[in-house]
């Protein structure tokens, strides 16, 4: 089970820090963070290997944000960094149980277990 937090209300230029926290081991589990804004499709924004080594970015998001993880603490998180309007969305933090160690996975349909959603709204 994971349970994302850390959304709120910012003006565009500003910070915010978004915790995905999972009720077992996370070691095994290959990671990211999805959004979906308000009448549009899901798309990916991040994703990071098990043991947190490797990530990736949508272009859209690339140098403003980064993902990290700590399996110490089962927790997978994305601080967001001058943020803008057009990044309002619910984010959604995923994840896969079938990944392998290095790799990263870019497809919703990659990962099995998903949190609920924690809504991010960017007021300009």
């Known amino acids: 089970q994971l349970q994302a937090s850390g959304g709120g209300l910012v003006q565009a230029g500003g910070s915010l820090r978004l915790s995905c926290a999972a009720s077992g081991r996370t070691s095994r589990l290959g990671m990211a963070w999805f959004r979906q804004a308000p009448g549009k499709e899901r798309e990916f924004v991040a994703a990071?290997?098990?043991?947190?080594?490797?990530?990736d970015y949508s272009d859209a998001v690339k140098v403003r944000f980064a993902i990290s993880r700590d399996n110490a603490k089962n927790t997978m998180y994305l601080q967001m960094n001058s943020l803008k309007p057009e990044d309002t969305a619910v984010y959604y933090c995923?994840?896969?149980?079938?990944?392998?160690?290095?790799?990263?996975?870019?497809?919703?349909?990659?990962?099995?277990?998903w949190g609920q959603g924690t809504l991010v709204t960017v007021s300009s």
């Open positions: 995923a994840a896969s149980d079938r990944a392998i160690l290095s790799a990263l996975y870019y497809r919703a349909s990659d990962y099995g277990y």
């Open positions: 990071i290997n098990r043991n947190g080594g490797s990530t």
